[in-house]
């Protein structure tokens, strides 16, 4: 929020320098983000008078003036402007002068008359929105002074948080300020003076949605002449960050800016009559495929859900957001009604994120509205009208829900307080610290509860032998509701700076287990292995999401959420390429290969660790995903050997490798022809049991159809990928690592090349391999797959390297035996034949 230093002051006298209440409004838990000072671009401006405004000898429609700057020689300036005359006081930018947006003023010469400067618009100073006229200061302004002196303010950019709706105004920045100081808070005149016909004669309110409508307030202002507003509200309101429209209009938003509460004018002659003849205001929801156009003069179509200020024909605006084009206050404007509500903040949030409309407004009614504020509100509203429009305020108001809530109580502990807090305060310091933000209090009755939480679910305790004392929340405070809200109160007041430092009296724990060191370890362990990883956007298109969906999708290990259901859809989202949350990671992957080979990258190698979301009904679900895809080549072309390419083969390779880094069982393969995305003939499935049959790993690697591959203009011949899911990625930690002594005795290594079928599979001869190599057999792993000369063409090589120990030495003879008896079973069991 933009609060300019000059106004603030109306409500409360600050005596620091503006750097120290930034600090000390920062200390408070007001973040002050930024100084502006307002005026600083105003080079060589000040204030001048004007002795004579004569016809331009050469010129129709400008003027020749003489004007004193309070030092030298009057100056001829020449201006085109109409609102002058002799004897006022203007901004004048002398020779050399620098205005707003680096406009630079020189002498020049116009129609044979050199002007010596300019005499400023209020515009072109960025102090109101008059750009036709010149700025008339006023009659007190002293001649030569800068006019910065004069009109130079500084601005604070405060950060209020989301519960703290109430300091979003000046009236609540003064309290923060009065709590910070000991000053005390102004408020300004709000009650009108009342003439003629009753509010309630002229005009009827009927709310039909009470749910999102707790209380209307309408006040009838008559006679009004809308005009711009006075000079100094415009420059206070362009401070503020809001832009002038007219007086009525910046009446309103004056009002918003003041108290923080927002405020709708109408045009009363735009809004019907009902049955009895008076204008009628309904508010209601609005009916579907009703249509508006808002005051951006955008037409728009509402739904059911919206909330809509109508009148008894059709809507008039968009509850709390804005406001409709056919009752907006213009020139011919002479009847103004003034609303003044209080709306639902989930139900204005949630209008505002599907019509992606965020107005200031809006913004004041998320955070929550006062309910006496309405009233405030409407009567302030109304005052300002009458003195800047000249109107008649009508007595009374038309209020839906005229009873005001008092005050609620927590009741607090002192010596909680300074439990939580770590400070030594008494109970009377505790209570004075409170009553700087307007929080009285009085001792607390014996049979007082103490609230300690409401969420998840109420905690209130018994007060026991403690002392209690039981604070007077204001109505504006709706954030303090438990015993730590109080205590955080005092803490702020008293300054979280004198807080002292004191180490906790439990003892820490020496050592605590990191809940994601199965993740980590897979980062590591893939970056070791020369894979970059990613982070690509939940958000997903449609598109992406059904072209890159598994039939048969992996499932998910240690009691995880299983994929499938439906896609989670956004109900706002800021466009189509992200509207719905994502099942998968292969689909993102593949567009950042896509981006990357755009680019004119050859290889690419990435991982990524996201999660899938569905729903079932009306339940949501989510599931943690490793996701890899390889492309390019994958070793560099040497002098003596030709480029590699990334292919399954090393996407089961990085399969194995996790497993040995996290201490799963070697992973077990099958073919998996059926993924329409993947290629038929290079697709597997992976998995991987614990001894006890639990799954570690499931996973399903495979080279991407041709036809994605084209469809989706990735921009090369092959792209391996792999989608895995692993126990521990969502949380867990490393298995222990156990060694074992080294063996008193050598092994024995054998290498055995088996001839097979080219469709038999390597894992059958594995088994095979390890079913009948007895209790010698300590591991068998692949090291070649050969085809070619003189094998048939139908036929294959695998080639094992054999490891066979035990506790005494091994004798050729034994070894021999098994091998013998491996040879044999795969001759009897595959067909397979030794090669030699």
């Known amino acids: 929020m933009r609060v300019p230093l000059s106004w603030l002051r109306d409500y409360v006298d600050v005596d620091l320098t503006p750097e120290q209440l930034a600090e000390r409004l920062t200390l408070l838990g007001m973040e002050v983000k930024g100084l502006e000072r307002w005026g600083a671009e105003w080079h060589n401006v000040v204030v001048g008078e004007l002795l004579a405004v004569e016809p331009h000898p050469r010129a129709d429609r400008l003027s020749l003036t003489r004007v004193t700057v309070g030092e030298g020689e009057p100056l001829e300036i020449v201006c085109g402007a109409t609102n002058i005359a002799a004897g006022q006081r203007v901004p004048v930018a002398l020779p050399g002068a620098v205005l707003p947006g680096g406009r630079r003023i020189e002498r020049t010469e116009k129609m044979g008359v050199v002007s010596n400067g300019m005499l400023c618009s209020g515009d072109e100073l960025r102090l109101t929105a008059d750009a036709d006229g010149i700025l008339i200061l006023s009659d007190t302004a002293q001649v030569g002074t800068a006019l910065v002196e004069l009109h130079g303010d500084v601005v604070l950019d405060v950060d209020v948080k989301p519960n703290r709706g109430d300091a979003l105004s000046l009236i ?182 599907r019509y992606g409309l965020r107005s200031e407004a809006s913004l004041r009614f998320e955070k929550g509205q006062e309910v006496r504020l309405a009233r405030i509100g409407a009567d302030r509203t109304a005052r300002l009208i009458a003195e800047w429009a000249g109107g008649t305020v009508a007595p009374g108001r038309v209020d839906t829900n005229p009873s005001e809530p008092d005050r609620s109580t927590v009741t607090f502990r002192p010596a909680r307080v300074n439990r939580l807090l770590g400070t030594e305060l008494s ?22 509860r103490v609230t300690v939480a409401l969420e998840p679910q109420p905690l209130v305790v018994r007060t026991g032998a403690d002392e209690a004392v039981t604070a007077l929340v204001p109505t504006w405070r709706g954030d303090i509701a438990i015993e730590a809200d109080v205590a955080e109160e005092i803490a702020r007041v008293r300054g979280y700076d004198v807080v002292p430092s004191i180490l906790p009296h439990t003892p820490m724990p020496g050592w605590r287990p990191l809940p994601l060191e199965v993740r980590d370890a897979i980062r590591d362990t893939l970056a070791g292995a020369g894979l970059s990883e990613v982070v690509t956007h939940a958000l997903v298109s449609p598109r992406l999401l059904d072209g890159f969906a598994l039939r048969q999708p992996v499932p998910s290990v240690g009691g995880e959420d299983q994929p499938g259901g439906q896609g989670i859809e956004v109900t706002n989202p800021l466009s189509r390429d992200h509207s719905v949350l994502r099942q998968g990671l292969l689909g993102s992957l593949a567009e950042v290969i896509g981006t990357n080979r755009r680019h004119g990258r050859e290889d690419v190698a990435i991982f ?47 399969v194995e490798l996790l497993c040995q880094r996290l201490g799963y069982a070697t992973p077990r393969y099958a073919a998996d022809p059926d993924e329409p995305i993947l290629h038929p003939g290079r697709s597997l499935r992976a998995t991987a049991t614990d001894p006890t049959g639990e799954v570690q790993l499931a996973s399903v690697v495979g080279e991407l159809h041709p036809d994605v591959i084209e469809r989706w203009e990735l921009r090369t011949d092959r792209v391996v990928v792999a989608e895995l899911a692993l126990a521990g990625l969502a949380g867990g930690q490393m298995q222990d690592v156990r060694s074992s002594p080294p063996p008193r005795h050598p092994p024995v290594e054998r290498d055995l090349a088996v001839v097979v079928a080219e469709d038999r599979e390597a894992a059958s001869v594995a088994d095979v391999i390890g079913e009948s190599g007895g209790d010698l057999l300590r591991s068998a792993s692949l090291f070649d797959i050969y085809r070619g000369a003189p094998l048939a063409g139908d036929e294959k090589s695998l080639a094992h390297r054999l490891v066979f120990a035990a506790d005494r030495t091994l004798t050729e003879d034994e070894v021999d035996e098994a091998v013998a008896r491996i040879a044999r079973a795969l001759r009897e069991r595959l067909g397979a034949r030794l090669r030699t």
């Open 172 to 353: 609540g920045l003064a309290r923060e300020v009065a709590a910070a100081t000991g000053a005390r808070v102004r408020w300004p005149d709000t009650d009108p003076v009342e003439r003629g016909r009753s509010v309630a004669d002229r005009l009827a309110v009927r709310v039909e949605a009470p749910d999102l409508c707790s209380r209307f307030v309408a006040r009838w202002v008559s006679g009004v002449r809308v005009a711009p507003s006075p000079d100094r509200v415009q420059m206070r309101l362009l401070a503020a960050g809001v832009r002038p429209v007219s007086n009525v209009v910046d009446a309103s938003n004056y009002v918003m800016v003041e108290l923080g509460k927002p405020i709708h004018t109408f045009d009363a002659a735009a809004i019907h009559p009902g049955v009895d003849g008076r204008p009628t205001i309904v508010v209601r929801r609005a009916a579907s495929g009703e249509p508006l156009e808002t005051l951006d003069h955008v037409h728009r179509t509402l739904d059911p859900d919206t909330l809509v200020i109508a009148d008894p024909v059709a809507a008039l605006g968009i509850a709390g957001i804005i406001g409709g084009a056919s009752s907006e206050v213009g020139e011919a404007t002479t009847d103004v009604v003034v609303e003044s509500a209080v709306f639902d903040p989930v139900a204005i949030r949630r209008t505002g994120q």
């Open 427 to 448: 109970t009377d310091e505790q209570r004075a610290l409170l009553s700087r933000l307007g929080l009285e209090s009085e001792s607390a009755e014996p049979d007082d």
């Open 608 to 654: 990524e660790v996201g999660k899938g979301y569905a729903r079932e009904g009306d339940e949501t679900c989510e599931w943690w995903r490793l996701g890899i895809a390889l492309t390019g080549p994958a070793e560099s072309a040497a002098w003596n050997q030709a480029e590699r390419h990334w292919d399954v083969d090393d996407a089961k390779g990085i």
